[in-house]
């Protein structure tokens, strides 16, 4: 069983500011960000159209976050589910409103 390792930003992180750019891999991960977002509401961009990106993203927009996702693959998780269950996911997420950035690098 291998467990998934998150990438990191390829850029340098502003100093100070620990709280603006997290990992989302498990449940404690989960309920800073939810904690974040009770303190403090503001536009989030979730790096990466995978499923746990995804799933991130629509549970933001729904909790009435602006909700950004990037990737640089030109559908969401296209190579997981297809072209056309990919094509459905970009399809729902911005009839809620977020916004797809596909085919864009961080």
């Known amino acids: 069983h291998r467990r998934a390792t998150p990438r990191t930003l390829p850029a340098p992180v502003e100093e100070g500011v ?3 750019v997290l990992t989302l891999r498990t449940a404690a991960d989960t309920a800073r960000l939810r ?10 961009v979730v790096a990466g159209a995978g499923l746990i990106g995804n799933e991130t ?6 909790a009435g976050a602006s909700v950004t996702v990037v990737d640089p693959a030109r ?5 997981q589910v297809g ?3 990919a094509d459905w996911i970009a399809r729902t997420h911005r009839a809620v409103g ?7 690098r961080i």
């Open 57 to 62: 993203a629509g549970v933001l927009a729904a």
């Open 35 to 44: 904690g974040l977002l009770a303190q403090r509401a503001g536009p989030v």
């Open 75 to 79: 559908r969401p998780m296209a190579r």
């Open 18 to 20: 620990p709280d603006r």
């Open 83 to 85: 072209a056309t269950v």
């Open 98 to 104: 977020v916004d797809l950035r596909l085919g864009t």
